[in-house]
């Protein structure tokens, strides 16, 4: 099993500041060992969003007496350390960030007396991608020609003299596009949003890479995958490379908008100029009137096809690069944020699904069990997006309260999702602060989970399926409103309230995932009696034929929200979920339960037997503990000889089993009970 940690390393009662991870110590690499960790997420390497000098110093500066004496490591140290003790530590790309921090210099600029934090001190400056681009600093940093003996040149053969100025994306009124989430309160510093389309940018990138390799990083991973999208929703961007590829773009993907225009000279941003458009008509707050503008859905989906060249270019060079090194190819992930339906195309080029998960609640089980399936079988760990809920986890872990937490790492873990261990995890400066877990409470998950690992075979049991159709979800994210489970109204609710409201009525179902690199096939229907279709609309007409083909054979389809009309003879209408729910329960199930609230459940295959997990949701806002559910019984479709039980933190819960029956009791947060 993964044990990710989320091991940003940000100091407790200050901000989370980009791009620069603190410095690691031998007593921190020691706690991911106590806590049974394996991969570090978002861990180091990360300062190339400053300039490459600044990465080179955090791979490779010497480490000050002072410092060593509490165990201080440069990032190349803090990775052989980590290899050492079997742990995989990703350096991370910044793929959204060009940095520009205050700094104060002494007078002859040949010290550096304070960089982000002024002491309001010597002579006032500035240092980043624009600065050591240009060998602002001499006396301080080394030359960019150490990088780049013969410098870098733009698509058209020019030199770049300015890596801020060349690589920084732009609107269609001319602006350089921001990244403002990443941006401190009260801070005066600025962080820019590069084209991931600008050739210029992408060698930058493998130079990143390969001073990351060099580091010894066994692992790269591409935060802000797909800024390309954050562009294009930000009125942008209208380089002058990005013209020439949209151009290019046009010509291969011809329509009905094309016929008139001259592809060999047209410029889209001089077209809508003429046109009178400016930049608020395009930004993603007129979800709906832009994608009346000529050729803005076309230019939406190039800049969405720009990511996974992204993606697979970077992997290329990350593999290519370490095996020329070390023999050996480093391993690539991306940031998959909330599994959206933008990055499939993306995973094929990942060896982990390594995201984030926004929209943080108690119970989320629904997307969980997506999650699973877009994990398409690999294995992969998401860090949590911080909200409300993050933040109450956090006081209550300052009150001694744990059951929050012990509920947030466990309960992705029953349907196949794995959440990471939060160690100085971002809190996207909702608060001066960062997430620390409890280490005594994680290090004993750790060890239960590692002792336990054989119950959590992620071989999920379900008789029906609900069908998540990538290209409709695309879609809906696209040019529908959103496809985020935490927007309403949005252009895909079906599928994810009805995959949620399943799971809060206890019925096992898996996801079937639905994508032009993930076909429908006969084999993956065949496992199922039952198949969901919600806001199924875009199917290939050969994979309707395969579900015809299942249907005549006995299988049972139900569409509801978008249906399409190929198979309308499926829509169910209903007015309540109940009258749903109770049209599914039609079907059978290899467990069905009781009616008891709060409690979620999940069935692993485990050998010839089965593993049932249980999550008890049953939190007392008022003492904020999760109180016991005194009994649950369950109808199994087969008769267990025994049931043993399983339980974090450790409880008096008690399994017996009488035929096809089995009653649990005193369930405490998370119990698992092994049928044999």
């Not at 010509?251 to 016929?259: A, M, V």
């Not at 970077?314 to 480093?330: C, F, L």
């Not at 992930?333 to 609640?361: F, V």
Request: net charge neutral; glycine share 8%.
């Amino acid at each position: 099993m993964i044990r990710g940690i989320h091991y940003m390393c940000w100091y407790r009662q200050d901000w989370n500041y980009h791009p620069s991870l603190p410095m690691k110590r031998l007593q921190q690499v020691q706690d991911v060992v106590d806590m049974s960790g394996n991969m570090l997420l978002w861990s180091c390497l990360g300062s190339a969003a400053i300039g490459l000098q600044y990465l080179d110093k955090e791979a490779n500066e010497a480490i000050p007496a002072r410092l060593r004496f509490y165990g201080y490591l440069n990032d190349t140290e803090f990775i052989a350390e980590c290899k050492q003790r079997g742990i995989l530590p990703f350096a991370v790309i910044w793929k959204a960030q060009l940095w520009e921090f205050p700094a104060e210099f002494s007078e002859d600029e040949s010290e550096l007396l304070s960089l982000n934090k002024l002491r309001g001190v010597g002579k006032k400056g500035w240092v980043g991608m624009r600065e050591l681009s240009t060998d602002r600093y001499p006396k301080i940093f080394p030359s960019i020609k150490k990088y780049f003996p013969n410098g870098i040149k733009d698509s058209e053969g020019k030199p770049v003299t300015d890596f801020l100025e060349e690589f920084r994306a732009t609107t269609l009124d001319g602006k350089p596009i921001s990244s403002l989430w990443l941006l401190v309160p009260g801070h005066d510093h600025t962080c820019y949003t590069p084209c991931g389309n600008k050739p210029s940018f992408m060698q930058y990138v493998r130079k990143e890479i390969e001073i990351m390799i060099d580091a010894g990083a066994p692992g790269v991973h591409i935060d802000e995958f797909d800024a390309h999208l954050h562009c294009a929703h930000n009125a942008g961007c209208f380089c002058k490379d990005c013209m020439k590829q949209f151009r290019a773009y046009l010509k291969k993907n011809p329509s009905d908008e094309t016929k008139e225009l001259d592809l060999d000279r047209f410029d889209y941003r001089a077209f809508l100029k003429e046109k009178g458009y400016a930049d608020p008509d395009l930004v993603g707050a007129q979800m709906d009137l832009r994608f009346s503008i000529p050729l803005f859905k076309a230019f939406v989906k190039f800049q969405c096809d720009g990511i996974e060249r992204n993606v697979a270019e970077i992997a290329e060079h990350v593999r290519a690069y370490s095996r020329k090194q070390t023999g050996t190819a480093a391993m690539v992930t991306a940031n998959m944020y909330n599994c959206l339906p933008h990055g499939t195309s993306s995973r094929p080029h990942c060896d982990y699904i390594i995201g984030e998960k926004g929209d943080m609640k108690l119970r989320q089980d629904g997307f969980y069990r997506y999650g699973h399936a877009f994990f398409g079988g690999k294995e992969g760990s998401f860090i949590e997006d911080p909200n409300g809920h993050v933040l109450q986890i956090m006081q209550d872990i300052d009150n001694a309260k744990h059951d929050t937490y012990i509920l947030f790492r466990l309960e992705p873990l029953a349907h196949g999702f794995n959440l990471a261990v939060p160690y100085g995890a971002w809190l996207m400066n909702l608060k001066k602060d960062a997430f620390y877990p409890n280490l005594e409470v994680e290090q004993k998950l750790g060890a239960w989970l590692k002792s336990h690992e054989a119950l959590f075979t992620n071989q999920l049991v379900a008789d029906t399926a609900i069908l998540y159709d990538q290209r409709s979800a695309l879609d809906a994210e696209l040019f529908l409103g959103g496809h985020r489970d935490a927007i309403k109204d949005a252009g895909f609710r079906a599928f994810y309230d009805i995959s949620q409201a399943l799971s809060n009525e206890r019925m096992l179902y898996n996801v079937l995932y639905v994508s032009p690199d993930e076909p429908l096939t006969a084999k993956r229907l065949a496992a199922y009696q039952q198949i969901v279709l919600p806001d199924v609309y875009s199917l290939p007409e050969s994979e309707i034929r395969l579900l015809r083909a299942w249907q005549k054979k006995g299988g049972r389809l139900v569409a509801t929200g978008k249906v399409d009309p190929r198979l309308a003879d499926t829509r169910f209408t209903f007015h309540k979920f109940q009258d749903f729910k109770n049209h599914l329960q039609e079907a059978g199930s290899m467990v069905e339960a009781q009616e008891v609230a709060d409690l979620g459940i999940s069935l692993h295959k485990q050998g010839k037997g089965y593993a049932l997990h249980l999550v008890n949701y049953r939190l007392n806002s008022g003492t904020r503990c999760i109180e016991p559910i005194p009994r649950a019984a369950f109808k199994l479709g087969w008769k267990p000889k025994k049931a043993q039980v399983h339980s974090f933190p450790a409880s008096d819960a008690q399994a017996r089993v009488e035929g096809n029956t089995l009653t649990v009791e005193n369930l405490g947060i998370y119990t698992v009970v092994e049928l044999g």
